[in-house]
């Protein structure tokens, strides 16, 4: 089993910088790849970036060059450094693994105010 906590969400100005953390416990040996999600009021969640075991990135084009995502040593954290904020940024901010989904965290909100 594998638990997900996320952290670092909070209300910021547009244009303002966010640092979310994602603590994975448990199995993580198990975990090939990382990834962020954000969901919006009334929207679908929405696959947002991703990090592979070997350091590969991916964003989606609406965050690409603004965000960030990045690793500990260990694995075990991922974070999502986020630049430039705007106010189509709002949502409820998940981790998991994008290959082999786990039982969702409580999420983290990001709210920003224009």
């Known amino acids: 089993q594998v638990q997900l906590v996320e952290s670092g969400g909070g209300l910021v100005q547009a244009g303002g910088s966010l640092r979310l953390s994602c603590a994975a416990s448990?199995?993580?040996?198990?975990?090939?790849?990382m990834a962020w999600y954000r969901q919006a009021p009334g929207k679908q969640r929405e696959y947002v970036a991703r990090?592979?075991?070997?350091?590969?990135?991916w964003y989606v084009s609406s965050v690409k060059g603004r965000f960030t995502i990045s690793r500990d040593n260990a694995r075990t954290t991922v974070y999502l450094q986020m630049n430039s904020l705007k106010p189509e940024d709002t949502a409820v901010y998940y981790c998991?693994?994008?290959?082999?989904?786990?039982?969702w965290g409580q999420g983290t909100q990001v709210t920003v105010s224009s």
């Open positions: 998991n693994d994008p290959f082999t989904p786990r039982r």
């Open positions: 448990g199995s993580t040996s198990s975990i090939s790849a």
């Open positions: 990090i592979t075991s070997g350091g590969t990135t």
